[in-house]
């Protein structure tokens, strides 16, 4: 038993924060309310605390540009997953480049880091955003790893064992390049799934227990992905009325940080704006590949600019774990959920610097960082 004592509490579904202690039993919160007694006493007098954040995309895994040797991906992963549970963020949902031995490492102790949901690969048509190709080579797969499946299809009944591959080797999601990479975007070559294939990898996903996220800058994309029944959208740049309706049963994951200084921002800002107003459910994720990486902090500096602090914080905890399923086990500080918290300087929500504002985090009811 530990009791948190002393702190605002923030709820993210009201936005408010009240004062009350926190009772921890092991992994899990016991009880939240004022004057609570057990074991250890923490004084978090004259702090914030929120639930542990969640990151919905991020990429731990990727491949640098420069020829390195395969080991190289996977063993620059160790000390960004360390930073980011340091960092308060203690759930990620990996978009592109970690496998299923990433997540077994976490469990059995090897790697410190947040819980690790996976998706593998980029599923997508040849020509597409996971086809790994060029000019002077042909095939160049900087990926090729028996754990990380070959994620090219042409046609449905393709597209449906391509789902299956990822399964598997281990998926949580199944990611689906709905339309091309910014790059492919400007250059005018956006090749896009059909949307019969786009149906297929939703439908089989289903069948397989699993759920779709898509990569989709344009509404064109958006629009397709979103009507196949894919749960969340990711980036979402150049949105418009058609994309937003689409997307009515979905979540979106702006992705603001990666574009947020190219000549896109404010397109990408209008975006988000645009959803908001519709009414659609947002969720945060980073993007975290570009280096130097960027994390959620970043992303919810940006996402504040447009929807308030405490809507963000609210992306980044019960918006995230609902689209990721996880609500019922995270995303709130209530009675009965995972123990999964960050202690923050000072009681208000301002997000403008929260890894300077950093007291301590606990995962799994572990303390695992504190300021030095």
């Known amino acids: 038993m530990t009791v948190l004592a002393g702190a605002r509490v923030f709820d993210p579904d009201t936005g408010e924060t009240t004062r009350a202690d926190v009772r921890l039993d092991g992994d899990r919160i016991a009880e939240v309310g004022p004057g609570l007694d057990g074991g250890e006493r923490v004084d978090c007098s004259g702090g914030l605390l929120i639930p542990g954040l969640v990151d919905c995309h991020v990429h731990v895994a990727f491949p640098r540009t420069e020829p390195l040797p395969r080991s190289a991906r996977i063993l620059e992963a160790v000390p960004v997953l ?10 990620v949902r990996d978009a592109w480049g970690a496998d299923a031995g990433f997540k077994h490492a976490l469990r059995e102790g090897w790697l410190t880091g947040p819980d690790l949901l996976v998706s593998l690969r980029q599923l997508g048509p040849t020509g597409g955003l996971g086809d790994s190709w060029e000019p002077p080579a042909g095939a160049v797969d900087t990926f090729g790893d028996p754990s990380l499946p070959d994620p090219l299809f042409d046609g449905p009944d393709a597209a449906r064992a391509a789902v299956r591959r990822m399964v598997r080797a281990g998926a949580d999601w199944i990611k689906i390049g709905a339309g091309g990479a910014m790059a492919s975007i400007r250059a005018g070559v956006d090749v896009r799934p059909a949307d019969d294939e786009l149906l297929a990898v939703v439908e089989e996903a289903r069948r397989c227990g699993r759920d779709v996220m898509a990569h989709a800058h344009t509404a064109a ?46 397109t990408h800002r209008r975006s988000l704006r645009l959803a908001v107003e519709a009414g659609i459910r947002i969720a945060a994720g980073s993007d975290l590949a570009p280096r130097p990486h960027v994390d959620l902090a970043t992303e919810l ?72």
């Open 221 to 266: 994309a958006v629009v397709s992905a979103a009507r196949a029944g894919a749960r969340s959208i990711e980036h979402g740049t150049f949105l418009d009325d058609s994309a937003v309706a689409a997307m009515a049963d979905a979540w979106y994951v702006p992705t603001l940080s990666p574009i947020s200084d190219s000549e896109f921002a404010e």
């Open 301 to 372: 500096r940006l996402l504040a600019a447009v929807l308030g602090d405490a809507a963000a914080l609210k992306a980044a905890t019960s918006e995230a774990a609902r689209l990721l399923r996880l609500d019922d086990d995270r995303g709130r500080l209530e009675p009965g959920l995972r123990a999964d918290l960050v202690l923050l300087d000072g009681p208000d929500l301002d997000v403008t610097d929260l890894p300077g504002r950093i007291r301590a985090v606990w995962h799994d009811g572990e303390r695992v960082s504190e300021a030095s």
């Open 82 to 91: 360390r930073g980011l549970l340091a960092r308060g963020i203690t759930t």
